[in-house]
């Protein structure tokens, strides 16, 4: 059975840093892509960063650039977003996915699988 879980969202005040997790099993680490994907109330989804695991390769929305990271821990099948200097409209349910592909990618139809997402929610 295939599964995404993300961990580590949570309120924060404006300038302050999270670290989401995204814990993948039930299928082959390394041949897929992972993103994280974001949607606030009101707004459609949208892709903040994602990485090849295969070779590293990452992206960043630029809303984001110079302020999160992702990386991952094939050893472990999991992928982190570290958050620093957020913002108030970074406040959003975060998702991550896999996509088969060794691209990286902000096409949603590109990703097989999804988790249930984190809430992170950041105060002014």
């Known amino acids: 059975e295939v599964q995404l879980v993300e961990s580590g969202g949570g309120l924060v005040q404006a300038g302050g840093s999270l670290r989401l997790s995204c814990a993948a099993s039930?299928?082959?680490?390394?041949?897929?892509?992972i993103g994280w994907f974001r949607q606030a109330p009101g707004k459609e989804r949208e892709g903040v960063s994602c990485?090849?695991?295969?070779?590293?390769?990452?992206y960043y929305a630029d809303s984001v650039k110079g302020r999160f990271t992702i990386s991952s821990d094939n050893a472990k099948n999991t992928v982190y977003l570290q958050m620093n200097s957020l913002k108030p409209e970074d406040t959003a349910v975060y998702y991550c996915?896999?996509?088969?592909?060794?691209?990286?990618?902000?096409?949603?139809?590109?990703?097989?699988?999804w988790g249930q997402g984190t809430q992170v929610t950041v105060s002014s």
């Open positions: 039930g299928f082959t680490f390394d041949d897929y892509a």
């Open positions: 990485i090849s695991s295969s070779d590293g390769r990452t």
């Open positions: 996915a896999a996509a088969r592909t060794a691209f990286v990618t902000f096409h949603s139809s590109w990703y097989q699988y």
